[in-house]
């Protein structure tokens, strides 16, 4: 087993410019692809999931120095179909997709300004295409409460024989997915522990991956809708998934998870638990002899975790302001030892784009918030208001998350997938008139039973 040293980049572009490609891996991307040919439309989303959480994210092809994923490949055949069948049309814009499309134009702007010309545009435009793509595709595919159960339920079947890979290579050290590349052979480890990773890019990926999900699958189980045995053999498997991974991060996710949805009863006053939330945090930072965020260097769930470096990363980040304020910053390894490692999602969009890309990041996902707080109080159904407030807790998960780790590999697909799927679920449109004139002009959301 190999012991935890101190990447270059934390899962960055170590396979960038280069073919990746396992026989088996690509079998599965043209099943995929032809799967998704085939498939009725509810169906399609399923492909581009089994490419993302089943293959490591290094599989790849490169071409003229551009670097297609299967991940971004899938991306790119899903939004064609979308397109060829309409799905595209029934997005109605709004502020969530201003701010997500002036996020990644933004971005891909800072980077040709920091590293000059057009070369600087067509760097981030791989990551700009996967934001935006994987976004549009859960607006056009998620757009109902059914199409987030079939998805939800989807997740649940993958995590039985996740689960078996993750127990095996916890017994046997060694991670079966690296006959693809991409992933280590050897299992990580860190102080005589394991951390088993399956085809995630990292322990930390894979843990955060299964533990953002299952918030949703708790709230179908609440909701009493969908199969009752495959959505309690998730339930199960998800947590040991997360457990496997020995990483305090997803840990703690998996916490915050279970705590948000014990509020469940007051979720008519998250706004005000929020402002609760933010004057704590306040008193907090001003009776402290050190700054708030410096509670976070006191975290160590698994033992051996690097808190101190979250803490310090922010620190650093505010001391050295003036170097990416404007457009961001091409290196941060002089801030101290092991700042390259930006293991927090908030510094990592400063660090990419500036004050004006971190505050567009920020106030899309109070957009999001609002958008599901919003829905909660004009939903009708015991089902629906169980699986909203669930995806208000995965939300919520993500953005504790970010204090720790920024994503990278399968996870940004999947996370701005999930921020599409809540924008469309939470659209609110005007109902058909009825014929009862009291319930004329009320608001419900777009969605079914």
């Known amino acids: 087993m190999t012991e935890r040293v101190m990447p270059e980049h934390f899962g960055g572009a170590l396979w960038a410019d280069q073919t990746m490609v396992h026989p088996i891996g690509l079998a599965a991307l043209v099943a995929a692809l032809l799967a998704l040919l085939v498939l009725p439309r509810r169906f399609q989303l399923i492909p581009l999931l089994l490419i993302a959480v089943a293959l490591p994210g290094a599989q790849r092809i490169v071409v003229l120095s551009l670097d297609f994923t299967f991940v971004r490949i899938m991306i790119m055949a899903t939004l064609a179909v979308a397109i060829l069948s309409g799905q595209l049309r029934t997005i109605r814009w709004g502020m969530a997709d201003s701010l997500i499309l002036t996020a990644t134009l933004w971005n891909m702007l800072a980077s040709g300004i920091l590293i000059g010309g057009i070369d600087g545009v067509i760097t981030s435009a791989g990551g700009a295409f996967d934001t935006f793509g994987a976004y549009l595709v859960g607006r056009a595919y998620l757009h109902s409460f059914a199409d987030m159960r079939r ?3 989807c997740f649940a079947l993958l995590s039985l024989p996740m689960l ?11 991670n079966v997915f690296s006959v693809f590349g991409g992933v280590p052979a050897e299992t990580l480890a860190r102080y005589g522990r394991l951390r088993a990773q399956g085809p995630f890019m990292h322990p930390i990926m894979a843990g955060i991956c299964w533990a953002t999900i299952l918030p949703c699958l708790v709230a179908l189980w609440q909701g009493r809708v969908g199969n009752r045995l495959l959505i309690a053999a998730g339930i199960a498997s998800m947590p040991l998934i997360v457990l496997a991974t020995a990483s305090s991060t997803p840990v703690v996710a ?83 030892w092991g700042m390259q490692d930006i293991t927090n999602q908030y510094v990592l969009e400063g660090v990419d784009g500036g004050i004006v890309q971190l505050l567009l990041f920020s106030f899309f996902l109070l957009v999001l918030f609002v958008r599901l707080g919003r829905a909660q109080k004009f939903t009708r159904s015991h089902a629906q208001s169980r699986l909203l407030w669930g995806m208000a807790v995965a939300l919520f998960v993500h953005c504790v998350s970010f204090l720790a780790v920024s994503y990278f590999g399968q996870m940004v697909c999947l996370f701005y997938l999930f921020c599409g799927a809540v924008v469309a679920v939470t659209e609110l449109r005007r109902p058909v008139p009825a014929r009862v004139p009291a319930t004329q002009g009320t608001l419900a959301p777009a969605t079914q039973n």
């Open 254 to 336: 998996l916490m915050c998870g279970f705590a948000g949805l014990a509020f469940y009863t007051f979720r008519h006053y998250m706004r005000t638990m929020a402002m609760a939330m933010v004057a704590v945090l306040t008193v907090l930072h001003f009776s402290m002899d050190t700054p708030v965020w410096h509670l976070l260097s006191r975290i160590d769930i698994t033992g051996g975790s690097t808190g101190w470096h979250r803490y310090n990363l922010i620190q650093q980040s505010i001391n050295h302001v003036g170097e990416w304020w404007a457009f961001g910053t091409t290196a941060t390894a002089h801030w101290g």
């Open 151 to 153: 998805m939800l339920l």
């Open 164 to 174: 078996a890979f993750f127990i095996l290579e916890q017994l046997s050290g060694r």
